[in-house]
């Protein structure tokens, strides 16, 4: 079983910066790729940053040039560098791992605020 934990999240001002973490029980490398999620209450799950094994990353439009996904292999660690944040950006943030059989593995989620 794959676990994973997500930390960092919070409350910030509009305009400031989190830096989400996820750790992975096992190699980062057996996945496919590593990805951040979030959702708000009534509304569906949403891909926001990607990161393939290859080291292709993708973003949803509404963070780019915001947001950034990175990863420390060592650590199996995978981040998501959040800068200027904004009260549409609250949510609870996800971290996914997706494997080559397609099976995907979800973390607890964090909550990040962003207060205007």
């Known amino acids: 079983q794959v676990q994973l934990v997500e930390s960092g999240g919070g409350l910030v001002q509009a305009g400031g910066s989190l830096r989400l973490s996820c750790t992975a029980s096992r190699n980062i490398f057996s996945f496919n790729a590593m990805s951040w999620y979030r959702q708000v209450p009534g509304k569906q799950r949403e891909s926001v940053a990607s990161?393939?094994?290859?080291?292709?990353?993708d973003y949803a439009d509404s963070v780019k040039g915001r947001f950034t996904i990175s990863r420390d292999n060592a650590k199996n660690t995978v981040y998501l560098q959040m800068n200027s944040l904004k009260p549409g950006d609250s949510a609870v943030y996800y971290c996914?791992?997706?494997?080559?059989?397609?099976?995907?593995?979800w973390g607890q989620g964090t909550q990040v605020t962003v207060s205007s």
């Open positions: 996914n791992a997706h494997n080559n059989l397609g099976a995907d593995y």
């Open positions: 990161l393939t094994t290859g080291g292709r990353s």
